[in-house]
């Protein structure tokens, strides 16, 4: 069974464009989590879907960044327009129940971005 | 709000020794589950351990074993006889309802 996959691994783009980054989870998986990890700090929590409503999304920076999950499949995570603090590496997880039971989130590779 | 400390950048140990990790958390919830994920070089964070704050009992899993202690809020990650593939940033996280909150991570190098 494939894991969760992320695309681009890596991304490298000037202050003010816009880049895609995208997440496929584990088959079946209803909720999908995105993360970030700045250089050196701790890994914080973006947002949540659970299928593809949004649960969750304390953890959005700010409006320049926008988050999908149509269709409650992948997921999509836009930056427009990007900003150089907006740099590192960004995760995305996905488990299968959402209940407080133990449910183990599984990652994937992260996208590094980096903005010039 | 939830926060979770990790008070060592960078650990080293000798191979086939024992390295312990530490952890503190902050939070005012009584059910929440703590976790410690390893993630390798250019590679994948895959769950190590995990432990329910309601089990008294700590967590095993071959090598590594998790010193809980609920009262002081600590966590630590306790490796034994370490092997070269242990080499890894070492996370610890805290969860209550759903998000995970992480520590800064601890990078663990194996010296052979």
């Known amino acids: 069974e494939a894991g969760v996959t992320q695309f681009p691994s890596h991304s490298v783009i000037e202050k003010g464009q816009t880049v895609t980054l995208r997440c496929d989870p584990i088959?079946?998986?209803?909720?999908l989590y995105w993360y970030r990890r700045v250089m050196g700090k701790e890994i914080k929590f973006l947002l949540h879907?659970?299928?593809?409503?949004?649960?969750?999304e304390s953890g959005m920076p700010n409006n320049r960044f926008l988050a999908e999950r149509t269709g409650g499949t992948y997921s999509t995570l836009k930056v427009q327009p990007a900003e150089l603090e907006d740099s590192g590496v960004y995760f995305c997880a996905s488990s299968q129940t959402r209940d407080r039971a133990y449910n183990e989130q599984f990652f994937g590779p992260g996208t590094r971005l980096t903005v010039l | 709000a939830q926060t979770v400390t990790q008070s060592q950048p960078e650990m080293s140990v000798q191979e086939a020794e024992t390295v312990t990790l530490s952890c503190t958390y902050d939070?005012?919830?009584?059910?929440?589950?703590l976790f410690w994920y390893k993630q390798p070089p250019s590679r994948q964070m895959i769950l190590v351990i995990r432990q329910e704050a309601y089990k008294q009992q700590n967590a095993t899993e071959n090598r590594f074993s998790v010193n809980f202690q609920k009262a002081a809020k600590s966590f630590s990650l306790k490796i034994s006889d370490s092997q070269l593939g242990d080499a890894a940033m070492y996370f610890c996280a805290f969860r209550g309802a759903q998000k995970l909150v992480f520590g800064q991570g601890t990078r663990l190098t194996i010296n052979p």
């Open positions: 879907f659970v299928k593809e409503s949004k649960q969750d």
């Open positions: 939070t005012s919830e009584s059910d929440y589950y």
């Open positions: 088959s079946g998986h209803d909720n």
